[in-house]
């Protein structure tokens, strides 16, 4: 069968015997692997769909279970993103984050519509590509169905903004959950959090991530909310090792 879909494409795999894998997420079937089977010829036409970031229509033959793809065509390739370091790792960060915590082949329509609206704020911005990265990463969460418990107590389901956040309970806790926690000696993993960062959260989940294209959070209370969200993420969705988080990545030619 032979079938169209737009894709984002996340990274590529060289194989054993130099074939070439491409890591595509698809708006039709979700994170897919797909073996390249452009021709000789083709391959340069095609070279600016199949690199990474790169946003397309694509082309897939789909055999036995299998994905192939026969040819890309840009729809945008996000080339500006490459043109300053810091806004490629962020954008790297948040597209390796994005494959980690993907599951194969289950669709994801809205992470997907999100993610390209990730690249093109991303694009566009000038500085602090942190905060938009941040508010990717929230986002994220909430198309995964994997948000942090914030209007009641993650334990006891008591309603309320409480103003403690316990990472393996999953979001924020009551003062008597609390106090329990303290009895037990438990490593609660806790972090005191307060209006200003929960309004932030709330504002960040109710507005569309291209709203935030000007806005930059105070730093203080961004790394503040990165701590705990990057702590929540590892802990109940273990994306393991992120390489753009730690590593600088050379920059692809653009
Ligand atoms: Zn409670």
């Not at 109710?206 to 209370?221: F, H, I, R």
Request: include cysteine.
């Amino acid at each position: 069968m032979i079938t169209d879909t737009r894709g984002i494409v996340l990274r590529q795999v060289k194989t054993i015997g130099g074939r070439r894998m491409i890591s595509l997420f698809t708006e039709q079937y979700g994170k897919i692997g797909a073996g390249v089977t452009v021709s000789e010829r083709g391959k340069s036409r095609n070279a600016a769909a199949m690199s990474p970031f790169a946003y397309g229509n694509y082309e897939l033959y789909i055999s036995h279970g299998r994905f192939h793809l026969n040819k890309g065509q840009v729809i945008k390739n996000f080339y500006r993103i490459g043109a300053d370091v810091d806004r490629y790792m962020a954008a790297a960060y948040g597209l390796e984050l994005c494959d980690k915590l993907l599951e194969e082949e289950v669709p994801a329509k809205d992470l997907f519509e999100l993610t390209v609206e990730f690249l093109s704020t991303m694009e566009e911005r000038k500085s602090r590509y942190g905060t938009i990265l941040l508010a990717y990463k929230i986002k994220l969460l909430a198309c995964l169905g994997a948000l942090p418990v914030l209007d009641r107590c993650a334990c006891c389901g008591k309603p309320g903004k409480h103003l403690m956040f316990s990472i393996p309970e999953g979001g924020l806790v009551c003062e008597d959950c609390l106090a329990g926690m303290a009895q037990d000696g438990t490593d609660a993993l806790l972090y005191k959090v307060d209006f200003v960062i929960l309004d932030i959260l709330d504002h960040i989940l109710k507005n569309a991530l291209s709203s935030l294209q000007k806005a930059a959070l105070d730093e203080g209370l961004e790394s503040q909310i990165n701590t705990i969200i990057d702590r929540f993420i590892t802990y109940h969705l273990d994306p393991g090792d992120l390489k753009a988080g730690s590593v600088r990545i050379e920059q692809t030619e653009v």
